[in-house]
Protein backbone atom coordinates (compact mmCIF):
# COMPACT_ATOMS: atom_id res chain seq x y z
CA UNK A 1 0.00 0.00 0.00
CA UNK A 2 1.24 3.49 -0.75
CA UNK A 3 0.90 6.46 1.52
CA UNK A 4 -0.33 9.34 -0.02
CA UNK A 5 1.54 13.13 1.08
CA UNK A 6 -0.50 14.50 2.76
CA UNK A 7 -1.52 18.28 1.75
CA UNK A 8 0.39 20.91 4.20
CA UNK A 9 -2.01 23.04 4.44
CA UNK A 10 -4.56 20.08 6.22
CA UNK A 11 -5.42 19.64 10.14
CA UNK A 12 -2.03 18.73 12.05
CA UNK A 13 -4.24 15.24 12.98
CA UNK A 14 -2.95 14.14 9.35
CA UNK A 15 0.37 15.70 9.24
CA UNK A 16 1.78 13.40 11.93
CA UNK A 17 -0.57 10.49 11.87
CA UNK A 18 1.55 6.95 10.62
CA UNK A 19 -0.69 4.45 9.40
CA UNK A 20 0.29 0.48 8.97
CA UNK A 21 0.33 -0.71 5.34
CA UNK A 22 -0.84 -4.20 4.04
CA UNK A 23 1.91 -6.05 6.12
CA UNK A 24 1.45 -4.10 9.26
CA UNK A 25 4.17 -1.69 9.10
CA UNK A 26 3.85 2.01 10.29
CA UNK A 27 4.03 4.57 7.14
CA UNK A 28 3.84 8.31 7.45
CA UNK A 29 5.09 10.74 4.08
CA UNK A 30 6.52 14.28 5.77
CA UNK A 31 5.24 16.86 3.95
CA UNK A 32 7.19 19.46 1.87
CA UNK A 33 6.52 23.11 3.07
CA UNK A 34 7.18 22.34 6.80
CA UNK A 35 11.05 22.33 6.56
CA UNK A 36 13.30 24.01 9.08
CA UNK A 37 17.06 24.44 7.98
CA UNK A 38 17.90 20.99 6.21
CA UNK A 39 14.90 18.84 7.61
CA UNK A 40 11.34 18.45 8.57
CA UNK A 41 10.61 20.71 11.22
CA UNK A 42 11.67 19.14 14.24
CA UNK A 43 8.68 19.66 16.15
CA UNK A 44 6.70 17.58 13.76
CA UNK A 45 9.50 14.55 14.16
CA UNK A 46 8.76 14.41 17.42
CA UNK A 47 4.84 14.54 17.23
CA UNK A 48 5.00 11.79 14.79
CA UNK A 49 7.46 9.88 17.10
CA UNK A 50 4.57 10.30 20.12
CA UNK A 51 1.59 9.72 18.09
CA UNK A 52 3.23 6.09 16.85
CA UNK A 53 3.73 5.31 20.50
CA UNK A 54 0.49 5.94 21.64
CA UNK A 55 -0.85 4.23 18.99
CA UNK A 56 1.07 0.91 19.82
CA UNK A 57 -0.58 0.89 23.74
CA UNK A 58 -4.15 2.38 23.97
CA UNK A 59 -5.38 3.69 26.89
CA UNK A 60 -1.71 4.33 27.96
CA UNK A 61 -0.91 7.71 27.27
CA UNK A 62 2.39 8.70 26.70
CA UNK A 63 4.06 9.75 30.06
CA UNK A 64 7.35 10.48 29.00
CA UNK A 65 9.34 11.29 25.40
CA UNK A 66 13.19 10.92 25.48
CA UNK A 67 13.87 11.59 21.51
CA UNK A 68 17.44 12.26 19.46
CA UNK A 69 17.09 13.58 15.82
CA UNK A 70 20.04 12.38 14.51
CA UNK A 71 19.67 13.49 11.10
CA UNK A 72 17.61 15.82 8.67
CA UNK A 73 14.26 14.30 8.33
CA UNK A 74 13.43 14.61 4.51
CA UNK A 75 10.39 15.64 3.12
CA UNK A 76 8.35 12.51 1.70
CA UNK A 77 8.26 8.93 2.81
CA UNK A 78 9.33 7.27 6.29
CA UNK A 79 8.70 4.62 8.42
CA UNK A 80 8.46 3.99 12.15
CA UNK A 81 9.78 0.94 13.81
CA UNK A 82 8.23 0.33 17.29
CA UNK A 83 10.07 -1.98 19.58
CA UNK A 84 8.85 -3.35 23.21
CA UNK A 85 10.75 -3.00 25.35
CA UNK A 86 8.48 -4.12 28.59
CA UNK A 87 5.28 -4.24 28.53
CA UNK A 88 3.98 -4.14 33.20
CA UNK A 89 0.45 -4.25 34.37
CA UNK A 90 0.12 -0.05 34.07
CA UNK A 91 3.15 1.04 32.20
CA UNK A 92 4.50 0.45 29.16
CA UNK A 93 8.14 1.40 27.94
CA UNK A 94 8.43 1.36 24.06
CA UNK A 95 11.72 2.35 21.74
CA UNK A 96 10.42 4.11 18.11
CA UNK A 97 12.70 4.11 15.30
CA UNK A 98 12.04 6.96 12.55
CA UNK A 99 13.51 5.12 9.36
CA UNK A 100 14.34 7.22 5.80
CA UNK A 101 16.14 5.54 3.22
CA UNK A 102 16.86 2.75 5.56
CA UNK A 103 19.35 5.19 7.58
CA UNK A 104 17.37 5.94 11.47
CA UNK A 105 17.14 9.65 11.68
CA UNK A 106 14.79 9.82 14.86
CA UNK A 107 14.57 7.78 17.82
CA UNK A 108 13.52 7.78 21.13
CA UNK A 109 12.18 5.97 24.00
CA UNK A 110 8.22 6.49 25.74
CA UNK A 111 6.85 5.65 28.43
CA UNK A 112 3.18 5.11 28.66
CA UNK A 113 1.30 4.67 31.39
CA UNK A 114 -2.12 4.03 32.83
CA UNK A 115 -4.10 6.18 34.98
CA UNK A 116 -3.19 6.05 38.93
CA UNK A 117 -4.93 6.78 42.07
CA UNK A 118 -3.17 9.48 44.14
CA UNK A 119 -2.74 8.74 47.70
CA UNK A 120 -2.07 12.46 48.12
CA UNK A 121 -3.31 15.24 45.89
CA UNK A 122 -1.03 17.87 44.58
CA UNK A 123 -0.87 20.76 46.99
CA UNK A 124 -3.05 23.24 44.56
CA UNK A 125 -3.05 25.72 47.71
CA UNK A 126 0.67 25.72 47.40
CA UNK A 127 0.43 26.70 43.85
CA UNK A 128 -2.13 29.48 44.15
CA UNK A 129 0.65 30.93 47.44
CA UNK A 130 3.06 30.79 44.34
CA UNK A 131 1.96 32.06 41.88
CA UNK A 132 0.33 35.10 44.33
CA UNK A 133 4.17 35.68 45.62
CA UNK A 134 5.12 35.91 42.33
CA UNK A 135 2.46 38.64 41.20
CA UNK A 136 3.24 41.01 44.22
CA UNK A 137 7.05 40.34 43.18
CA UNK A 138 6.12 41.78 39.69
CA UNK A 139 4.09 44.82 40.60
CA UNK A 140 6.94 45.51 43.13
CA UNK A 141 9.66 45.62 39.88
CA UNK A 142 8.32 48.05 37.47
CA UNK A 143 4.87 49.78 36.19
CA UNK A 144 5.17 47.90 33.20
CA UNK A 145 5.56 44.61 35.45
CA UNK A 146 2.81 45.94 37.51
CA UNK A 147 0.01 45.85 34.84
CA UNK A 148 1.07 42.22 33.83
CA UNK A 149 1.27 41.07 37.35
CA UNK A 150 -2.42 42.57 38.07
CA UNK A 151 -4.11 40.56 35.00
CA UNK A 152 -2.00 37.87 35.76
CA UNK A 153 -2.92 37.75 39.43
CA UNK A 154 -6.45 37.49 38.42
CA UNK A 155 -5.58 34.36 36.21
CA UNK A 156 -3.80 32.62 38.90
CA UNK A 157 -6.58 33.02 41.14
CA UNK A 158 -8.72 31.20 38.51
CA UNK A 159 -5.95 28.87 37.62
CA UNK A 160 -5.73 28.14 42.01
CA UNK A 161 -9.26 27.03 41.75
CA UNK A 162 -9.08 25.19 38.41
CA UNK A 163 -5.90 23.77 39.67
CA UNK A 164 -7.49 22.33 43.06
CA UNK A 165 -10.49 20.75 40.96
CA UNK A 166 -7.98 19.36 38.62
CA UNK A 167 -6.02 17.62 42.17
CA UNK A 168 -8.83 15.95 42.67
CA UNK A 169 -8.93 14.48 38.95
CA UNK A 170 -5.41 13.22 39.27
CA UNK A 171 -3.62 15.92 37.36
CA UNK A 172 -0.30 16.68 38.19
CA UNK A 173 0.48 20.59 37.99
CA UNK A 174 1.88 21.57 41.37
CA UNK A 175 4.00 24.90 40.30
CA UNK A 176 2.48 28.32 39.91
CA UNK A 177 1.84 29.47 36.62
CA UNK A 178 3.43 32.47 35.00
CA UNK A 179 3.14 35.55 36.46
CA UNK A 180 3.66 37.57 33.35
CA UNK A 181 0.61 35.39 31.35
CA UNK A 182 -0.44 38.57 29.40
CA UNK A 183 -4.17 37.51 27.74
CA UNK A 184 -3.03 36.38 23.75
CA UNK A 185 -6.53 38.57 23.25
CA UNK A 186 -4.38 41.83 23.99
CA UNK A 187 -0.94 41.09 22.24
CA UNK A 188 -0.69 41.50 18.55
CA UNK A 189 -0.32 38.52 16.43
CA UNK A 190 3.34 38.06 15.27
CA UNK A 191 3.61 37.88 11.17
CA UNK A 192 6.28 35.24 10.48
CA UNK A 193 7.07 36.06 6.59
CA UNK A 194 8.97 33.04 4.69
CA UNK A 195 12.02 35.57 4.12
CA UNK A 196 12.12 35.78 7.54
CA UNK A 197 11.01 32.77 9.18
CA UNK A 198 11.45 29.22 9.00
CA UNK A 199 9.28 27.58 6.24
CA UNK A 200 7.16 25.61 8.58
CA UNK A 201 6.09 28.73 10.93
CA UNK A 202 3.62 29.92 8.42
CA UNK A 203 1.63 27.19 9.96
CA UNK A 204 1.44 28.59 13.18
CA UNK A 205 0.25 31.43 14.55
CA UNK A 206 2.80 33.73 17.27
CA UNK A 207 1.60 36.09 20.00
CA UNK A 208 5.27 36.60 21.63
CA UNK A 209 5.09 38.76 24.68
CA UNK A 210 8.93 39.04 25.37
CA UNK A 211 11.99 37.80 24.06
CA UNK A 212 12.12 38.80 20.93
CA UNK A 213 15.35 37.09 18.41
CA UNK A 214 18.02 39.26 17.34
CA UNK A 215 17.67 42.44 19.75
CA UNK A 216 20.51 41.54 21.48
CA UNK A 217 18.91 40.97 24.77
CA UNK A 218 20.10 40.59 28.26
CA UNK A 219 17.67 38.08 29.85
CA UNK A 220 17.69 34.73 27.35
CA UNK A 221 14.02 34.24 27.92
CA UNK A 222 10.91 34.01 25.39
CA UNK A 223 7.51 34.32 26.29
CA UNK A 224 4.33 34.16 24.53
CA UNK A 225 1.16 32.33 22.92
CA UNK A 226 1.03 29.60 19.70
CA UNK A 227 -1.57 27.56 18.29
CA UNK A 228 -0.88 25.58 14.50
CA UNK A 229 -3.17 27.52 12.14
CA UNK A 230 -4.93 23.88 11.14
CA UNK A 231 -4.76 22.22 14.21
CA UNK A 232 -7.50 19.81 13.68
CA UNK A 233 -9.31 17.98 16.68
CA UNK A 234 -6.79 15.68 18.48
CA UNK A 235 -5.04 17.88 21.29
CA UNK A 236 -2.40 14.88 22.88
CA UNK A 237 1.01 14.84 23.56
CA UNK A 238 1.70 15.02 19.35
CA UNK A 239 0.22 18.03 19.65
CA UNK A 240 1.85 19.67 22.79
CA UNK A 241 5.48 18.11 20.83
CA UNK A 242 4.83 20.57 18.06
CA UNK A 243 3.75 23.22 19.85
CA UNK A 244 6.44 23.47 22.41
CA UNK A 245 8.89 23.20 19.72
CA UNK A 246 7.37 25.81 16.95
CA UNK A 247 9.02 29.45 19.18
CA UNK A 248 12.65 30.02 18.70
CA UNK A 249 15.38 28.74 20.84
CA UNK A 250 15.71 31.57 24.34
CA UNK A 251 19.41 31.82 23.12
CA UNK A 252 18.79 33.82 19.91
CA UNK A 253 17.14 37.08 22.46
CA UNK A 254 21.19 37.54 22.58
CA UNK A 255 22.18 37.72 19.20
CA UNK A 256 21.95 40.36 17.09
CA UNK A 257 21.52 38.42 13.89
CA UNK A 258 20.28 34.92 12.75
CA UNK A 259 22.43 31.77 13.90
CA UNK A 260 21.58 28.45 12.44
CA UNK A 261 20.77 26.01 14.76
CA UNK A 262 19.04 22.29 15.36
CA UNK A 263 17.95 20.28 17.98
CA UNK A 264 19.50 16.83 18.79
CA UNK A 265 18.15 16.02 22.12
CA UNK A 266 14.27 16.46 22.83
CA UNK A 267 12.78 15.28 26.11
CA UNK A 268 8.82 15.88 26.51
CA UNK A 269 6.39 15.33 29.87
CA UNK A 270 3.11 16.08 28.24
CA UNK A 271 0.08 16.64 30.79
CA UNK A 272 -2.72 16.51 27.76
CA UNK A 273 -5.81 17.38 30.54
CA UNK A 274 -7.78 19.70 28.27
CA UNK A 275 -11.11 19.08 29.63
CA UNK A 276 -12.68 23.02 30.40
CA UNK A 277 -10.13 24.38 27.68
CA UNK A 278 -11.39 26.15 24.46
CA UNK A 279 -10.24 23.56 21.98
CA UNK A 280 -9.45 26.41 19.38
CA UNK A 281 -7.59 29.01 22.32
CA UNK A 282 -3.67 28.67 21.98
CA UNK A 283 -1.34 27.88 24.51
CA UNK A 284 0.86 30.07 26.65
CA UNK A 285 4.70 29.75 26.01
CA UNK A 286 7.90 29.99 27.88
CA UNK A 287 11.46 29.14 27.25
CA UNK A 288 14.60 29.76 29.35
CA UNK A 289 18.30 29.40 28.89
CA UNK A 290 19.40 27.13 31.34
CA UNK A 291 23.64 26.31 29.99
CA UNK A 292 25.55 26.55 27.11
CA UNK A 293 28.99 24.84 26.66
CA UNK A 294 31.45 23.97 23.77
CA UNK A 295 28.73 25.22 20.98
CA UNK A 296 25.52 23.06 22.91
CA UNK A 297 22.80 24.80 24.29
CA UNK A 298 20.50 23.72 26.67
CA UNK A 299 16.76 25.05 27.23
CA UNK A 300 13.79 24.48 29.14
CA UNK A 301 10.68 25.00 28.03
CA UNK A 302 6.57 24.40 28.87
CA UNK A 303 3.00 24.94 27.93
CA UNK A 304 0.62 26.23 29.92
CA UNK A 305 -3.51 26.63 29.32
CA UNK A 306 -5.64 30.06 29.58
CA UNK A 307 -6.52 29.08 32.92
CA UNK A 308 -3.44 28.54 34.43
CA UNK A 309 -2.68 24.97 33.93
CA UNK A 310 0.45 23.03 32.83
CA UNK A 311 0.19 20.98 30.04
CA UNK A 312 3.89 20.07 28.84
CA UNK A 313 7.40 20.48 29.86
CA UNK A 314 10.25 20.08 27.29
CA UNK A 315 14.13 20.14 27.95
CA UNK A 316 16.05 20.10 24.40
CA UNK A 317 20.01 20.46 23.57
CA UNK A 318 20.49 22.70 20.59
CA UNK A 319 23.43 22.67 18.24
CA UNK A 320 25.46 25.60 17.24
CA UNK A 321 25.84 24.93 13.64
CA UNK A 322 27.99 28.15 13.17
Not at 264 to 272: C, E, G, N, R, V
Not at 290 to 309: F, I, M, P, S
Request: charged share 15%; aromatic share 8%.
Amino acid sequence: MTVAAPDPDGPFDALCEARPDDSGVLRLVFPDGWQQGRGTFGGLVAAALARALERSAPGRPLRSLTAEICGPVQPGPATLVIEPLRAGSAVNTSAVRLLQGGEVQAHGVGVLGAARALTRPPVAAATAAGAATAATAATAATATAATAATAATAGAATAGAATAGAATAGAATVIAPPSTMTPWRALTKLPVPPSLGAPFARYFEFWPSAGLPYLGATVPEVEGWIRPTHAGTRRDAAFLAACVDAYWPAILTLESQPRPMATIAFTLQPFARFDGLDPDAPLFFRGRLLAVDDGYVVEQRELWGEDGRLLALNQQTFVVIK
